[in-house]
């Protein structure tokens, strides 16, 4: 596994997803991290 990035995103909330797809599309190799637990679609209290 490649530990080398160009990018790395702090956090996964509402703006890091679409930055990280433009940066990946450009050519960017791109790390996300995120220390909040895993999200489990059971817990999605909006469906």
Known sequence: MNTD???CIVGSGAGAGPVALTLA??????VVLEKEPWFEEKEDKLR
Do not use: C, K, P
């Open 5 to 7: 990035f160009d990018v």
């Open 25 to 30: 599309e450009a050519g960017y190799s791109v």
